[in-house]
Structures are given as structure tokens and as C-alpha cells.
């Protein structure tokens, strides 16, 4: 028996999610907000839009990046943050080892 021949797949590779511009975003979250109450899935159908997608603009602004947060207003962006937590992580437990070097320093000299 042989096989047939396997035709290609028309689907593309890799990134092959559609990008939207911020004004885009805008103009599908305003959609959803005038309709109220059904709006996201109507916008999904209208627009063409992930439920995903659009529930992520929707936490986050359209620019991606979560709405009131001190991170922005300070000008730090996901992977600055990530270093400074770290590091500061880093120093509480170095001040946790101080405190305890001191203690038993305390102990010793008495």
C-alpha cells in the first residue's frame, strides 16, 4: 500500500498571532464597554479578538502593563523589577544572618 502524498499545511509557523496597535485595543475595549454585559463576547466575534486577549487588556491597559502600578511610575519595566526584588530579597536575608551574628556576639562578650 502506499502512502499518498501529505499536502503542506497552509497554517504558518511560529508567530502567527495577529498584533494590535494601541489605538486598536482601545477602539475593541470601548466596544465592549458600551455594549455592558455580554460585551467581551461580542467584541471577540466583531473583532476577531481572543476572550484571552481581550481579558488581559482589560487587567493590564492596553499598553500591556498593570494600570496604577508604582513599577510604571517609577519606570521599571517586568525584568527591572524581577532584579530588584531579587536583590532585595537578597538583603533581607543578609540582614536575617546580621541579627543572628549579633546575637550571638552579645552571648560571647557577656
Same mark, same amino acid.
Given at each position: 500500500?502506499?502512502?499518498?502524498? =501529505?499536502?503542506?499545511?497552509?497554517? +504558518?509557523?511560529?508567530?502567527?498571532? +495577529? &498584533?494590535? =496597535?494601541?489605538?486598536?485595543?482601545?477602539?475593541?475595549?470601548?466596544?465592549?464597554?458600551?455594549? %455592558?454585559?455580554g460585551g467581551i463576547t461580542a467584541a471577540c466575534r466583531k473583532y476577531g479578538v481572543s476572550y484571552i486577549?481581550?481579558?488581559?487588556?482589560?487587567?493590564? %491597559?492596553?499598553?500591556?502593563?498593570?494600570? %496604577?502600578?508604582?513599577?510604571?511610575?517609577?519606570?521599571l519595566d517586568g525584568r527591572k523589577l524581577r532584579r530588584v526584588k531579587t536583590a532585595l530579597a537578597g538583603?533581607?536575608?543578609?540582614? &536575617?544572618?546580621?541579627?543572628?551574628?549579633?546575637?550571638?556576639?552579645?552571648?560571647? =562578650?557577656?
Amino acid at each position: 500500500m502506499k502512502k499518498s502524498a =501529505s499536502k503542506k499545511s497552509s497554517r +504558518k509557523k511560529g508567530n502567527t498571532g +495577529k &498584533r494590535y =496597535s494601541i489605538a486598536e485595543r482601545r477602539e475593541i475595549l470601548a466596544f465592549a464597554d458600551k455594549i %455592558g454585559r455580554g460585551g467581551i463576547t461580542a467584541a471577540c466575534r466583531k473583532y476577531g479578538v481572543s476572550y484571552i486577549a481581550l481579558r488581559r487588556w482589560m487587567k493590564l %491597559g492596553v499598553n500591556g502593563i498593570p494600570r %496604577g502600578s508604582r513599577a510604571v511610575k517609577a519606570g521599571l519595566d517586568g525584568r527591572k523589577l524581577r532584579r530588584v526584588k531579587t536583590a532585595l530579597a537578597g538583603l533581607k536575608a543578609i540582614k &536575617r544572618q546580621l541579627t543572628v551574628l549579633q546575637r550571638a556576639l552579645k552571648e560571647l =562578650s557577656k
